[in-house]
């Protein structure tokens, strides 16, 4: 299903990954990882959006952001990139964070910006606003030391404008102070039991933000990132706020 909202076209390609498209700009958040655009995905993994397959090779991006070091996978980023893509990554993003094998940000073949939590810019004509993502350490999204899982200053989330409508990605995040005032048309949740907000989080959120779309994603690609999509859509329909599904 490709979801469409005030001139966009929106798909969610599994796991965390956004593409965005308006009438001459495409925009990805996280691309690759767990099956999004890699071929990890086996077809009776339930509630991953519609992955494309091993040989999605699409290079169509004007843009890709990437929220923090568990997003960041340097293949999936080559899948969708060319050579006039721009690389908008999180400043913190260190590959010696994580055993798996990735290219660094830096040595990516393309132009790279690295911005922080709170940061505004525009690239590609594309306006783009960074915003804290993080745990906080009195939540439940904390490890067995009481340390928070994403600690403040791992990531960020993002707020990209394409064609004039502001799509809000959370990254991994708890729903956070700030986060409610933004304005935001497209809201993009994580809804995911564990390590972000949670779908009854990310509901009083959309309340509160009162976007004119919510489309939850990020949930459903492995256990600990289980969800009830149906209840949260029927909570947040309920407040009066429109949501969409975005399933197979």
Known sequence: MTVRHDGLTVDWLGYATLRIEG???????????????????????????????????????????????????????????????????????????????????????????????????????????????????????????????????????????????????TGDSDALEGHEALDVSLFVPSIARSFTMDRHDAADLAEAMDPDLVLPIHYNTFEALEADSGAFAEDVAKRGVPVVLDER
Not at 88 to 112: K, M, Q, S
Not at 137 to 158: A, L, S
């Open 23 to 169: 009438d001459d700009t495409v925009v990805y958040l996280d691309p690759g990882r767990y099956g999004t655009l890699t071929g990890e995905w086996e077809p009776d993994t339930p509630g991953v959006g519609h992955p494309p397959g091993r040989d999605y090779r699409a290079e169509d991006a004007d843009v890709v952001c990437v929220t923090h070091i568990h997003h960041y996978d340097s293949d999936g980023v080559e899948r969708v990139s060319n050579e006039d893509t721009t690389v908008v990554a999180f400043e913190g993003i260190d590959v010696g964070d994580t055993d798996r094998e990735l290219t660094p940000v830096e040595e990516l073949p393309y132009e790279v910006v690295e911005v922080g939590m709170e940061d505004e810019l525009v690239v590609d004509d594309v306006p783009i606003a960074t915003v804290p993502a993080y745990n906080d350490p009195d939540g439940k999204n904390v490890d067995d030391d009481g340390e928070p899982i994403h600690p403040k200053g791992i990531g960020c989330g993002f707020v990209v404008t394409v064609d004039d409508t502001n799509v809000f990605w």
